[in-house]
């Protein structure tokens, strides 16, 4: 019997009593994760294996896994972390105890020379992590006739996007142009020395990278768990089978 890759995937955390909008599963803190994910992780061919914010257990969960998905969500990363004095006013909550987790992770599961892959907020903290900074809003500090969040359903697509050649992502789809889905007001504004740019909006804002230095490492800006178009599913598939 073959045995499937472990994917782990850091599970969102959310306090009642900082973020006071919409309704809650509890008034206490609580871990959360969307289904698809998890659904995306399993169709694909891997075992979804969501994890707690744990420092300690580290490097069991790096011994653990086959590879790491790290997600998006509703949240800003750290502005100080990539050198930014301030908090756009029309930034969303930070989570700070879910991106130090992701950073430590992230860096244990490199350093071990297994897979990455980051939707969304997670290309943002691959971008940070090696050195990168970010656009902190988008429609203020790169305003652009693309809409860059989503204001239909999330299973529709947004906008196009170029898959550049030579890279390991134009690798692992066939074909350049797609359209896809697109949830996010920040963006990679510099990219690190060690990373190349693997997808493009037709704007220029930049919608994928990868770190060649590494086995396998690429953030994608839009969210091929939904499936709105082959690439993502090609990109997932290739994720998996990397991680086997």
């Known amino acids: 019997m073959i045995k ?10 959310v306090d009642p009593t900082q973020e006071i909008e919409g309704k809650w599963y509890s008034d206490l803190s609580w871990y959360g994760l969307r289904h698809r994910y998890c659904e995306a992780v399993a169709l694909a061919g891997g075992i979804p294996l969501p994890l707690p914010y744990h420092p300690e257990y580290l490097e069991d969960y790096t011994n653990l896994i086959d590879g790491l998905l790290l997600t998006g969500g509703g949240f800003d990363i750290e502005p100080s972390l990539y050198g930014a004095d301030y908090h756009h006013p029309k930034a969303t909550p930070l989570r700070p105890k879910r991106t130090a987790f992701e950073l430590e992770i992230a860096k244990a599961v490199l350093k071990a ?5 980051g939707i969304c907020a997670g290309m943002q903290l691959l ?28 299973t529709k697509h947004q906008h196009e996007i170029k898959i550049l050649k030579n890279t390991l992502l134009s690798r692992l789809v066939e074909g350049e142009n797609f359209q896809v889905n697109s949830i996010h007001h920040q963006a990679v504004k510099k990219l690190p020395d060690s990373f190349q740019i693997n997808a493009v909006a037709p704007d220029g804002l930049i919608e994928g990278i990868e770190a060649p230095q590494y086995r396998f490492c690429i953030g994608v800006q839009w969210h091929p768990e939904f ?13 998996i089978k990397a991680c086997g």
């Open 227 to 239: 499936h709105v178009c082959d690439a993502d599913i090609a990109l997932l598939k290739g994720f």
């Open 113 to 117: 020379d297994k897979p990455v892959l």
């Open 127 to 154: 971008n940070v992590m090696h050195g990168g900074t970010l656009v902190q809003d988008i429609p203020d500090e790169a305003p652009s006739i693309i809409e860059h969040k989503q204001n239909q359903c999330r």
């Open 4 to 13: 499937k890759p472990l994917i782990g995937i850091p599970l969102d955390s």
